[in-house]
């Protein structure tokens, strides 16, 4: 027997997550490219790796992906330099490379894994429309009885998504993601650095109206608190400073 054996942090049959950011897309309303955000991929894998989970990343067409650039610890304009976790990850070869060679999510077997988490970043919001396949393994885990999670406007998916009887899944369910008050703040800085018209918003539409108007319960912590809420099986983290409060919740959704 090896130590490796013996590890409790690394039990015989671990729990499986589906880890899932966007693919590249390019911004309907200010023409930029857009991605996934890093701190929502890094941080719910260093939760749960540190569990002793097993993740897989995948995306919804596969291929490689990319970051929104402000996410990204090395960028210039200096948003995340103090994210570590995200440091620690893009300079792991072995992990970088699995989001430069992303499974598509057709791939995901459902029999396999106890649970599926959404990324978010800007990416989601113009390409999880179309991510049918997407919007399928979400419904199909959270019918299971497995856990269905999302954070940020990763939490978009929640505008598509349908259970087996044509009802929204988010009808009736308490959920959060990011909020209009983020929203406000994102607009008002690109305007502020002349990077937008005044009046141009950032988002083609918002996740916080359009859930409620499908009648879930939205709600949120406050402008960039590190927030998630879990309403039975279905998880929800309120924006890039909830990975690791929405990753919790799965591992207390699951039991450890």
Partial sequence: MS???????????????ALVIANPAVSTTTGWPVGFWWSELSHPYHVFTEAGYAVEIFSPAGGRCEADAMSDPNDASGYSRHDLISQGFIHTPSLLAQVQATRPVTDIDLAHFDAIVVAGGQAPMFGFEHATALHTVFAA????????????HGVA????????????????KTVTGFANVEEDFADQAVWD????????HVMPWRIEDRLKALGANFVQAGAWRSFAVRDGNLVTGQQNFSGEATARLVIEALGR
Avoid at 141 to 152: D, H, I, P, R, S
Avoid at 193 to 200: D, E, S, V
């Fill in 3 to 17: 130590l490796h054996d013996t590890n409790p942090r690394q039990p015989a049959q671990p729990k499986r997550i």
């Fill in 141 to 152: 885990f959270y019918e299971a009885g497995k856990v269905a999670a999302a954070l940020c």
């Fill in 157 to 172: 998916i929640l505008a598509y998504v349908k259970d087996s009887h044509g009802r929204y899944l988010a009808s009736g």
């Fill in 193 to 200: 650095y002349g990077l937008l018209p005044r009046g141009t």
